[in-house]
C-alpha cells in the first residue's frame, strides 16, 4: 500500500538525507576529513580534538567547527572538561542548528516528560500509587465447600481483597426490578392517599376560599364599572364591599324582629296550647287507648330526653356560631381577593409558557368574565324574585313581607332547587300567620313565578352573561349538587360554562388539524 503521509516539503528524502525525531529533514554524517590531527593529551588518555575552525571542505561536506569548550589538560596531569556548546550544521547553506555527537550522528531531541498530579496547594509534583485491580468473585465449583460452613470459600466466592474487605458489591436493582417497582408504586400509593385524605380533612377551608375566590370574581365586574366613573381600585373595592355588608346585615335584622316575636309568642301560647290539646275529644280518645299523655310524661321526664335535648340545643348553637365563623371568613377573604384579583391573575398568567401565555390571559380573562357575568345574573334573577315577592306578600297582608322576600331573595341564588325552598317557607309561614287560604293563594303564585322564572327569566339573562346552554346548565347544577351540596351547584354553571369555552376555543380546533 503506497505511503500517502504528508510531509513537510512536499518530496522524498535524497540518498544520504534522513530525518529528526521532529520530522524535519537532516543531512547524513560527513565521513572525516582527509587532514585530521589526533593528538593525545598530556595525561594520554587518547582523546580525540576536533579540527581548528577555518578549514576548507570540499563542496557538499560540512564544515565541522569547534565546540565553545576546548577539553584540555593542565600541568599537573589532571583532566579539565569543558562545556559541550551546540555544533552548527548546514546541508546546502540550510544554516540550521541541530546537537550531534562525536561521531558526525544526530542526537535525537530530548522530550519533556509529562509531570504527573501536582498538589493544588504548592505545586509540587505528587506520586499517586499504582491503580488497584479488584479481585474478582470466584464462582462455586462443583464439590466446594459451603460458603456458610467455610470462611475462605466465602471470601473467595465473595471476591474479597484490600478493597473490598466484604466481598465486591453486585449490580444495582434496575427500574424493572419487581421489588423496586413495587416498592416505587406503594409510595405513590402512599403519597395519593395521605393527599386525599390532607384535603378530606382540610374540605371546609378549601371550600371557603374557593366561594371567597368565586365571590371576588363575581363581584370584580361591579369594581370595574366604578373604575370608569374614575374612581381608584381601593375605593371601587371599599363601596362594594360595603354594600355587600349592608346586604347581609340587613338580611340579618329583617330576620331577628320576626324570630323574636315569634319566639315570644310562643311562650305566651304554650298553656294555651296545652289546654286545647287537654280539651280535644280526639286526642282524649287517643290517651284512653294508648296512654299517650302517660307516656309522653315518662319521656319528657326521663333523663334521655334531657341529655338528647340538651345535645339538640348544643350542636344548633354549635352550627350557628360555625356558620358565623365562616361567613365572616368568606367575607374577609372576599376582600382580600377583590383587593389584589388583578396580582393573582397575573401571577397564574405567569406559570404559563411564554410562547403561550397571551392566549392563555385572553382565555383566562374571559373566563373570569363569564364568572363575573354568572354571578351579576344570580343576583339579577335573585333581585327580580325578591321584589315580586314583597310587592305580592304586600298585597295579600303576610306578616314580616320585607323578612319573607328576603329570604326567597338569597335562597334564589341557589340553582334549581333554590325558588322551591323560598316558595315552601313563605307558603308555611303564610299559613302560620293567616289561613288556609293564604297557603293556597302562596302556593298557587309561587307555581306560576317559578314557571316564568325557569324559561323565560333564567335562560335569557345566563344565555346573554355566561352563555351556556339551558340543558348544560341543569345537568352542571345537579352534579355539582351531588359533588357539594350547595356550593356545587353554585360552582357548577361557571365551572360548565369555562369547561364549555375551552372545549371550543381549545380543543376543537386541534382537532380540525389532526
Not at 499517586?128 to 459451603?146: F, K, M, N
Not at 453486585?170 to 390532607?198: D, S
Not at 374577609?332 to 398568567?349: A, C, E, G, N, R
Request: with cysteine; charged share 20%; glycine share 10%.
Amino acid at each position: 500500500m503506497p505511503d500517502e503521509t504528508p510531509h513537510d516539503d512536499g518530496r522524498e528524502p535524497a540518498p544520504g538525507e534522513g530525518r529528526s525525531a521532529t520530522g524535519r529533514r537532516v543531512p547524513a554524517p560527513a565521513p572525516p576529513a582527509d587532514e585530521t590531527e589526533t593528538d593525545s593529551d598530556v595525561s594520554g588518555t587518547g582523546k580525540t580534538d576536533t579540527t581548528e575552525p577555518g578549514e576548507a571542505r570540499d563542496s557538499g561536506t560540512r564544515s565541522p567547527r569547534t565546540s565553545a569548550g576546548e577539553t584540555g589538560s593542565d600541568e599537573t596531569g589532571d583532566s579539565g572538561s569543558g562545556e559541550a556548546g551546540s555544533s552548527e550544521s548546514g546541508s546546502g547553506g540550510s544554516g540550521e542548528d541541530h546537537p550531534e555527537a562525536p561521531s558526525g550522528a544526530l542526537i535525537p531531541e530530548e522530550i519533556e516528560q509529562p509531570v504527573g498530579e501536582r498538589d493544588p496547594a504548592t505545586g509540587a509534583p505528587v506520586t499517586l500509587p499504582a491503580a488497584q485491580q479488584a479481585s474478582e468473585p470466584v464462582p462455586p465449583e462443583p464439590g466446594a465447600p459451603d460458603p456458610a460452613h467455610d470462611v475462605e470459600q466465602r471470601k473467595r466466592e465473595a471476591g474479597v481483597d484490600h478493597l473490598f474487605p466484604f466481598g465486591k458489591p453486585g449490580q444495582p436493582l434496575g427500574r424493572a426490578h419487581p421489588f423496586v417497582f413495587g416498592f416505587t408504586a406503594a409510595l405513590g400509593v402512599i403519597t395519593a392517599w395521605m393527599l386525599v385524605k390532607a384535603a378530606t380533612n382540610a374540605k371546609s377551608v378549601i371550600v371557603m376560599i374557593v366561594v371567597a375566590m368565586f365571590l371576588a370574581v363575581g363581584l370584580n365586574p361591579a369594581v370595574e364599572r366604578l373604575r370608569r366613573f374614575g374612581l381608584p381600585r381601593g375605593a371601587a373595592v371599599a363601596t362594594v364591599f360595603l354594600i355587600v355588608i349592608l346586604f347581609f346585615a340587613g338580611f340579618v335584622a329583617s330576620l331577628v324582629q320576626p324570630v323574636s316575636e315569634q319566639v315570644t309568642e310562643l311562650r305566651h301560647n304554650i298553656p294555651e296550647y296545652v289546654q286545647q290539646l287537654q280539651n280535644n275529644r280526639t286526642l282524649a280518645d287517643w290517651d284512653k287507648r294508648y296512654g299517650l299523655l302517660e307516656r309522653a310524661e315518662k319521656t319528657v321526664n326521663g333523663d334521655g330526653f334531657q341529655k338528647g335535648l340538651t345535645d339538640t340545643a348544643t350542636g344548633i348553637g354549635k352550627v350557628a356560631i360555625n356558620g358565623i365563623f365562616q361567613t365572616i371568613t368568606i367575607l374577609i377573604l372576599t376582600l382580600y381577593f377583590l383587593s389584589s384579583l388583578p396580582q393573582i391573575k397575573t401571577f397564574f398568567y405567569q406559570l404559563a409558557p411564554r410562547t403561550r401565555r397571551a392566549r392563555v390571559a385572553l382565555l383566562g380573562d374571559e373566563i373570569l368574565d363569564r364568572i363575573g357575568g354568572y354571578v351579576a345574573g344570580q343576583f339579577t334573577i335573585a333581585l327580580i324574585a325578591g321584589v315580586c315577592s314583597y310587592i305580592f306578600l304586600s298585597i295579600l297582608g303576610v306578616k314580616y313581607a320585607l323578612a319573607l322576600a328576603l329570604i326567597v331573595a338569597v335562597t334564589d341564588l341557589i340553582p334549581l332547587i333554590g325558588a322551591t325552598i323560598g316558595a315552601v317557607v313563605v307558603s308555611l309561614v303564610a299559613f302560620l300567620t293567616g289561613t288556609t287560604t293564604d297557603l293556597i293563594v302562596c302556593a298557587v303564585f309561587y307555581v306560576v313565578y317559578q314557571q316564568v322564572e325557569n324559561y323565560v327569566v333564567y335562560p335569557r339573562v345566563m344565555k346573554r352573561t355566561v352563555d351556556v346552554q339551558p340543558a348544560v346548565t341543569i345537568v352542571a347544577a345537579l352534579v355539582g349538587a351531588a359533588l357539594l351540596g350547595v356550593v356545587g351547584a353554585l360552582l357548577a354553571i361557571p365551572t360548565a360554562a369555562a369547561i364549555s369555552l375551552l372545549i371550543r376555543e381549545v380543543v376543537m380546533p386541534r382537532q380540525e388539524t389532526l
